[in-house]
C-alpha cells in the first residue's frame, strides 16, 4: 500500500500547478482523500479533502475559489488543481486516504490511515 504525491515545484506568485496523488496496492476510490501541507515552523494544515461518495468536499478558507480537489478513478489518482497561487502557499504538501464513511472526509490529519511522501511546493518571484 503506497501513495505519492507529485506535482510540486517552483512557482511564481498568481501562478497554478497541479499536484498528483498516485495510489499502488489499492483503489483511491474506496477512502477519502485529504490535501494537507506544512510550512516550516507552522503546524500541518488539512487544505482540502473528498469524501469516498465525492459529496462531501472540504477547502480551508485559505484556498477556498483557488483550489479544487478531483478524481480519476480509471487513473487511480487524485488531484488538486491550484490557481492563484500565493507565497503563502509554499509548504510541503502530502496526501493521505482515509478508509471513512461514503459521505465523510476529515480535514484533521488524525483521521487517515495512509500517508504518502510530500511534494515541495514554492511560490517566489
Known amino acids: 500500500v503506497q501513495l505519492q504525491a507529485s506535482g510540486g515545484g517552483l512557482v511564481q506568485p498568481g501562478g497554478s500547478l497541479r499536484l498528483s496523488c498516485a495510489a499502488s496496492?489499492?483503489?483511491?476510490?474506496?477512502?477519502?482523500i485529504g490535501w494537507f501541507r506544512q510550512a516550516p515552523g507552522k503546524e500541518r494544515e488539512g487544505v482540502s479533502c473528498t469524501s469516498r461518495s465525492d459529496r462531501r468536499i472540504y477547502y480551508a478558507d485559505s484556498v477556498k475559489g483557488r483550489f479544487t480537489i478531483s478524481r480519476d478513478n480509471a487513473k487511480n489518482t487524485v488531484y488538486l488543481q491550484m490557481i492563484s497561487l500565493k507565497p503563502e502557499d509554499t509548504a510541503v504538501y502530502y496526501c493521505a486516504a482515509d478508509f471513512a464513511s461514503y459521505n465523510y472526509c476529515s480535514r484533521y490529519g488524525s483521521e487517515y490511515d495512509y500517508w504518502g511522501r510530500g511534494t515541495q511546493v514554492t511560490v517566489s518571484s
Open positions: 496496492g489499492f483503489t483511491l476510490r474506496d477512502y477519502a
